[in-house]
């Protein structure tokens, strides 16, 4: 099995409003990530999580708020976000390297974020 | 300049034609992703490789590591292929990658 699922596909949410993303995986990746990926842009980094632990944080503001409850599951909880942050949202996961070397991610199929 | 850039940035081609689209890196890495995304969709690996070449039906990806170059060809196009094509350099001890800007191609029949 070398999916990665992700919760839901579309979500329309006010800028007062909390909700959360879910991602799940049962590779035992140990690294999981997520993404933020605006029109015609490649994706960009938003966590990385490793072992369970949050290991990068590429400056993201407050309102998105990561969670990896277990080696299987990351959440995206949401609140208080702006228009701006309409994007689709991409999980993944991969292999954590031993070393120099380096593994293939996989992809979820994202959420479609929509904030009104 | 970024660490991995991609040419062209569009491409349109006819159905038919054989296809071309390139990935330059200045980090240093031990094997490069190519990723496929179609229009409003997800993203799908297409191949990780670290030397010589891979090949997956139509599709073939090589790579220099020495030169910090490498390619993705589409042999025999067809409209289905028409996607955004993304090289993408994975590293460090958390697996993080490098995006390259992407490549837009355009099939037509």
């Known amino acids: 099995d070398t999916e990665v699922t992700q919760t839901p596909k579309h979500l329309v949410m006010g800028m007062t409003n909390k909700k959360s993303l879910k991602c799940e995986q049962h590779?035992?990746?140990?690294?999981m990530y997520w993404y933020k990926q605006k029109a015609k842009k490649p994706p960009e980094l938003m966590f990385v999580y490793s072992y369970e632990k949050l290991s990068i944080n590429e400056s993201v503001p407050s309102r998105f708020s990561p969670e990896c409850p277990n080696s299987s599951l990351l959440n995206l909880h949401l609140h208080a976000l702006q228009p701006e942050d309409s994007a689709l949202y991409l999980c993944?996961?991969?292999?954590?390297?031993?070393?120099?070397?380096?593994?293939?991610?996989?992809f979820g199929p994202g959420t479609r974020l929509t904030v009104t | 300049k970024n660490e991995v850039e991609q040419s062209p940035q569009n491409l349109t081609a006819q159905e038919g034609e054989f296809i071309t689209i390139n990935c330059s890196y200045s980090?240093?890495?031990?094997?490069l992703h190519w990723l496929q995304q179609h229009p409003g969709g997800g993203i799908v690996s297409l191949f990780m490789?670290?030397?010589g070449k891979k090949k997956h039906g139509r599709l073939i990806a090589t790579i220099n590591i020495q030169e910090k170059h490498s390619s993705l060809h589409i042999t025999a196009s067809h409209p289905r292929d028409s996607a955004v094509y993304i090289c993408a350099a994975p590293g460090g001890a958390t697996n993080k990658l490098i995006f390259g800007t992407g490549t837009l191609l355009a099939v037509q029949p």
């Open positions: 490789l670290s030397s």
């Open positions: 980090v240093g890495i031990s094997a």
């Open positions: 590779m035992g990746h140990r690294a």
């Open positions: 993944a996961s991969s292999r954590l390297p031993q070393g120099a070397g380096s593994y293939e991610q996989y």
